[in-house]
């Protein structure tokens, strides 16, 4: 936990103390960056030459025999495990980032500044809807390469839930960025 301490010192002027929401915040928030970069390692991206056969076209499938010619290829060139695992650690990815998400917003929420605890409902909400949706398209796309067969109704889950998980990604951030450094600001303003 000492590296904790360590990232807390630069929010000292949001919060004169780090708190235990302040540690978890920047605990789960931050793990799950670290996981996010390895889910990026992990995945199978168009430039491992899979061409159309990406990760990518595993989430917009939308239909079983799309899934299982992804299968199929990633089988082909050997990648398939890999993918599967990275399906895996996308899902400690979207715990450890919505954990720490919401936390984020709860220390937004006790700023004295109205717009601020707006923005931190934001971020919870946003944190929330990313989670569940992430969940609806990783669950969906891990049953398929477990079964090792693609599913229609899983298929179209994935690729229904793509588009509300990245715009709900966005937003997340955005106000997590936008919240932390607001409240550094006006600290600065009112402590000068």
């Known amino acids: ?25 920047l605990t789960f928030w931050f793990l799950g960056w ?8 992990l995945q199978p991206v168009a430039g491992d030459g899979l061409g ?21 290829y ?12 990275s399906l895996v650690v996308d899902l ?30 934001l971020a919870i909400v946003a944190h929330i809807v990313f989670a569940v949706s992430d969940y609806a398209e990783t669950i969906s796309q891990l049953i398929q390469m477990v079964d090792g067969t693609g599913s229609d109704s899983l298929a179209n889950i994935a690729a229904f839930a793509r588009p509300i998980k990245i715009q709900s990604f966005l937003i997340a951030v955005a106000a997590i960025a936008i919240g ?5 600001i006006i600290a600065r303003k009112t402590a000068a």
């Not at 670290?34 to 390692?41: E, N, P, S, T």
């Open 180 to 184: 932390f450094i607001a409240s550094k």
């Open 34 to 41: 670290a996981l996010f970069i390895l889910v990026g390692i």
């Open 92 to 121: 400690l990815f979207i715990t450890a980032f919505s954990i720490g998400g919401v936390l984020g917003g709860l220390l937004l929420r006790q700023n004295m500044h109205a717009n601020i605890r707006r923005v931190g409902l």
């Open 1 to 25: 936990m000492r590296w904790c301490n360590f990232l807390a010192v630069g929010t000292e002027l949001i919060m004169p103390k780090t708190s235990a929401t302040m540690r978890g915040f």
């Open 52 to 72: 159309q056969f990406g990760m990518e076209a595993h989430r917009r499938a939308g239909t079983a025999d799309m899934v299982n010619a992804i299968h199929s």
């Open 74 to 85: 990633w089988q082909n060139i050997g990648v398939y495990d890999r993918a599967t695992w």
